[in-house]
C-alpha cells in the first residue's frame, strides 16, 4: 500500500475535462467543509439540496448529485435520465455527490477520480482547518535526510568462491548457519537467554558488533585505572562490552553452548539501581538492557534521543522510532500532535474474539472445515488487527476531556496514534500479563495470534493515517517529507519470535530464529532446527521484524565512519 | 426495516423510521464510498499478501503440541550440532565476585547469594558491596530485592533443577512491591 494513483478516466470524463476549462472551477466555490474534515458541495452555505424530478417534497433517497454542466440536482434513480436526456453537446454524465464531494459518472454508473478536484478538496479541508500548533512538526533543526540510492549488489563467480573458501561457518554448505549457538540457563534465566538470542541475530546489531564498532578492549569503561577505584566498581560494566564479548562466542564457531554469566553480573549491577527492573519479564529486560547500553555509550554530544534519530546510541539507532499521537477536538476539529519516541510497541491481545474458547480454539475453527478466509478471518487474534486496533481512532472517556486551545474549553476527543518514523528493527511486545490492582491478581492471556513472516507497515504510518482521515484524496504533489522516505521502506521481515509457555507464576521462554530462510528453536542450550507451522502455533509473546530493504544515509563529513 | 405489519403506526413513528433510515442509507453509503475509492486507488494491495498469511496459518498442522510448541522432550534429543547436552549444564564458570568455580547451572543462585542481593542473602560483606549500602530491612537482616522470585510462595530455587520451571513469568507489582532498595 503506497500513494493513491488515479486509475486512468473513463471517456465520459475525458471528455468533460477537455470540454470545460479550466475543469471544475465551478465546484472550487462550492466546496464547504465540516468541522471534522468532511467536504460537502454547496452553493449557498445552508442550502438544502433536492432531487427536482423526484415528486417527493423531502428527501427520499441519501445520495445526491448535482450534475458539473448545469448543476442540476436529482438522486441515483434520475441520474441516467438526465444524462440521456441531456440538451447540450456534452457533460452531463459527469455528477458530484453533494455530500461526499465525489465525481460520479452517469453513463458508467460508477464513482469516478480525477486527481484535480482531489486536489480542490485537499486544499479546502487544509485551508478550513486551524492553523496546527506549534508541536505539529518536529525541530527545524531536523536536518534533511538524504539517502544514498540503492543499488543491488550480487557476487561474481570468482568473489563467490572465494566467499565460500573463506570461513566455514559463513558458507553455505554449513550444517548451520552461523552465530547459532545455545546458551545455558544460569538458573531461571530463560528470560534473559530468550531475548539474547533475539538480539545476537538482529542484522543492525549483529553488523555492529562483527563490525568491530565497539571493542571490548579498547572500551573507555573497561580501563584498567577505573577497575581499581572503588566507587567507580559499579560503573565499570559496560553492557555492550559485554554484549560484543557475547557476539564473539556465538559467532566464534563454537557449538557448545555459552554461558552469559558475566552479561548477568553486569546487568545486575546496573538493575539494582532502578527498583523497577528487578522482575524477570523477557520484555522488561529487553527495555533494562536497551536503556543501560544507551547509558553505557552514549554519544554525549547527541544528549536527548527525543528525537528519535538513534543517533546517540546502537540500541537507539536500531530500535528508537517515532510515534505521532493526534488528539481531536470532536467540537470544532482542532488536533493537537505530540510525538514521542519509542523502543517498541506494545499491543493488546483482542480477547474478544477467542475468548469463548481458549487456546484450544484454532483447532477447531480448521476442523470444522472453515478454510475459507471468510470464516477463518473473523474470529482470528492477528498481529495486523492489533496494529489496525493500536493506529484507530478513539474516543476518549467524557472524563477525561481535553481542554482545545480553539474552544477554550473542555471538550470531547479523539485520539489517534500512528507511526511517525519506523525504526530499524520493530519489536512487537504483545501484552499477555494482565495485571488487575483492583482485583490484586494477574493473569495470562493464553489466546493465539496469527502473525505474518512478511509485514508491510504502510498502513500505519502517520502520512498513511492522514490521508485516510481526509479520505484517500489523491495529491497531486507529495509533499517534501525527510520521513517520506519510508514510503519505500516500510516493508519488514520477521527473524526473531519470543514465545512464552506455561502459566504467568511458572513459564518457559524459548526463541524462534528464522536464518538463511529455515526456522531454529534456541530452547536455552538445546538448539533445533523446526518447521513453520511449529512456530505458527507457538504463543508469540514478542515478535522482532526488521526492514526488508536498510538505506544508507549520506554523510556530510569527508571521513565516513 | 421497512413499515412493520402493525398497520396502526403513528406518524410519529413513521418519520422517526424513516430519519433512522435515512441515516442508516447515508452510513452504508459513507463506508461503501470510502471502500470503493480504497480499491479504485490500489491502497488495498496488502490485502492479497494478508489473505495469504491468513490460509497458510490457518493450514498448519497441529501435531498434537500445544504447549511450548514442538514438544518439551527435547531435553535429551541430539540439537541441530549433533550435540547431545545434559539437562544440567556442566559447565563451570567463574564467579566475578568471589572468584570461585561454579556450576554454569547454578550461578544465578549462587550470585545472589554472593552478590548480597536475593532474599536468603544474609548481610555479610562481601567484597563488592559498597560500605556505604544500607539495608531495607523489612524485619529481616536480608535485602528485600530479590529478582527470581516468581513465586510469591518463595520457593527455594536453589534447589530447583535447571530447566524444569525457569525465570519465566512476569512478576507483578503487585505481589512484589516495595522493591525500594536505599542505594546511594
Not at chain 1, 20 to 28: A, G, M
Not at chain 1, 237 to 247: G, K, M, R, S, V
Not at chain 1, 289 to 294: A, R, Y
Not at chain 2, 106 to 128: D, I, Q
Request: aromatic share 8%; charged share 20%.
Amino acid at each position: 500500500m503506497s500513494t493513491p494513483s488515479a486509475p486512468p478516466p473513463c471517456p465520459h470524463l475525458t471528455a468533460y475535462r477537455l470540454a470545460s476549462r479550466p475543469p471544475l472551477r465551478c465546484l472550487r466555490c462550492c466546496l464547504r467543509v465540516r468541522p471534522l474534515g468532511r467536504p460537502e458541495i454547496r452553493r449557498e452555505p445552508r442550502e438544502l439540496p433536492q432531487c427536482s424530478p423526484c415528486s417527493f417534497p423531502s428527501r427520499s433517497s441519501s445520495r445526491l448529485y448535482a450534475c458539473l454542466s448545469c448543476a442540476a440536482v436529482f438522486c441515483p434513480t434520475h441520474a441516467a435520465s438526465h444524462a440521456s436526456a441531456s440538451t447540450s453537446t456534452s457533460g452531463h454524465q459527469i455528477a458530484v455527490d453533494v455530500d461526499r464531494a465525489e465525481l460520479f459518472c452517469a453513463a458508467c454508473e460508477d464513482q469516478v477520480y480525477d486527481p484535480d478536484f482531489d486536489h480542490a478538496v485537499v486544499l479546502a479541508q487544509s485551508s478550513s482547518l486551524p492553523l496546527p500548533s506549534a508541536s505539529a512538526s518536529p525541530s527545524p533543526a531536523l536536518r534533511k535526510r538524504r539517502r544514498v540510492d540503492y543499488r543491488a549488489w550480487a557476487p561474481d563467480p570468482a568473489e563467490f568462491a572465494l566467499m565460500s573458501s573463506a570461513d566455514p561457518t559463513t558458507s553455505a554448505s554449513a550444517a548451520a548457519p552461523a552465530g547459532l549457538r545455545g546458551l545455558n540457563n544460569l538458573g531461571n534465566t530463560c528470560f534473559m537467554n530468550s531475548v539474547l538470542q533475539a538480539l545476537l541475530h538482529a542484522p543492525p546489531l549483529r553488523n555492529y558488533f562483527l563490525g568491530d564498532r565497539h571493542n571490548r578492549f579498547i572500551c573507555p569503561r573497561r580501563t584498567p585505572m577505573r577497575r581499581r577505584s572503588a566507587d567507580a566498581d559499579d560503573k565499570a560494566a559496560c553492557l555492550a562490552c559485554d554484549l560484543d564479548e557475547i557476539y564473539s562466542a556465538a559467532f566464534s564457531g563454537e557449538r557448545t553452548p555459552y554461558s552469559p554469566a558475566k552479561f548477568l553480573y553486569s546487568w545486575w549491577q546496573h538493575a539494582s539501581n532502578l527498583a523497577s527492573y528487578e522482575q524477570q519479564d523477557a520484555h522488561e529486560f529487553f527495555i533494562s538492557i536497551l536503556d543501560h547500553i544507551h547509558e553505557n555509550i552514549k554519544d554525549d554530544q547527541h544528549k536527548s534521543h527525543a528525537q528519535g534519530h538513534g543517533d546517540c546510541c546502537i540500541a537507539h539507532r536500531v530500535f528508537s522510532g517515532i510515534l505521532r499521537s493526534d488528539v481531536t477536538c470532536t467540537h470544532c476539529g482542532f488536533t493537537s500532535t505530540t510525538f514521542e519516541p519509542c523502543m517498541d510497541i506494545s499491543l493488546d491481545l483482542d480477547a474478544g474474539y477467542n475468548s469463548s474458547f481458549g487456546v484450544a480454539n484454532p483447532k477447531l475453527y480448521v476442523r470444522n472445515g472453515e478454510r475459507s478466509s471468510g470464516g477463518t478471518n473473523a474470529k482470528l487474534s492477528t498481529l495486523m488487527r492489533c496494529l489496525e486496533r493500536f493506529t484507530r481512532a478513539e474516543r476518549l472517556d467524557a472524563e477525561q476531556k481535553f481542554f482545545c486551545e480553539r474552544c477554550k474549553e473542555r471538550q470531547e476527543s479523539l485520539k489517534q496514534m500512528s507511526i511517525r518514523r519506523l525504526p530499524l528493527v520493530s519489536c512487537f511486545h504483545i501484552k499477555r500479563f494482565e495485571h488487575s490492582s483492583v482485583k490484586k491478581m494477574s493473569r495470562k492471556v493464553d489466546h493465539c495470534l496469527q502473525f505474518p513472516f512478511s509485514l508491510d507497515m504502510a498502513p500505519y504510518l502517520s502520512s498513511s493515517i492522514l490521508r485516510s482521515r481526509f479520505g484517500n484524496r489523491i495529491f497531486p504533489s507529495e509533499a517534501s517529507d525527510p520521513d517520506s522516505v519510508f514510503e519505500f521502506s516500510s516493508e519488514f521481515e520477521i527473524f526473531a519470535v519470543i514465545t512464552h509457555s506455561g502459566k504467568l507464576e511458572g513459564g518457559h521462554y524459548v526463541t524462534y530464529l528464522r536464518l538463511n530462510n529455515h526456522w531454529y528453536k534456541c530452547d536455552d542450550a538445546w538448539v533445533t532446527r523446526v518447521e513453520e507451522h511449529i512456530v505458527r502455533t507457538s504463543q508469540a509473546y514478542m515478535l522482532f521484524y526488521v526492514q526488508k530493504t536498510l538505506y544508507y544515509k549520506t554523510c556530510e563529513r569527508a571521513t565516513a565512519v | 426495516m421497512s413499515s412493520s405489519n402493525d398497520a396502526a403506526v403513528s406518524p410519529r413513528s413513521q418519520f422517526a423510521l424513516a430519519c433512522f433510515e435515512e441515516l442508516l442509507e447515508s452510513a452504508v453509503a459513507d463506508v461503501a464510498s470510502e471502500c470503493h475509492r480504497i480499491a479504485r486507488l490500489g491502497l488495498d494491495r496488502g490485502v492479497d499478501a494478508e489473505e495469504e498469511e491468513l490460509c497458510a496459518w490457518a493450514a498448519r498442522d497441529h501435531p498434537g503440541a500445544v504447549d511450548g510448541g514442538g514438544g518439551g522432550g527435547n531435553k535429551g534429543a541430539v540439537d541441530v550440532f549433533g550435540q547431545v547436552l545434559p539437562a544440567v549444564a556442566a559447565d563451570v564458570v567463574e564467579c566475578m565476585n568471589c572468584g570461585r568455580p561454579v556450576a554454569a547451572g547454578r550461578f544465578a543462585p549462587h550470585l545472589e547469594k554472593c552478590m548480597g542481593k536475593g532474599r536468603k542473602a544474609r548481610t555479610k560483606t562481601t567484597r563488592s558491596s559498597t560500605a556505604g549500602r544500607t539495608r531495607n530491612n523489612n524485619g529481616s537482616a536480608a535485602s528485600s530485592y530479590s529478582p527470581y522470585s516468581t513465586n510469591p510462595a518463595g520457593a527455594d530455587r536453589a534447589s530447583l533443577p535447571n530447566g524444569i520451571t525457569d525465570g519465566g513469568g512476569s512478576c507483578t507489582g503487585e505481589e512484589h512491591s516495595n522493591h525500594v532498595l536505599q542505594e546511594p
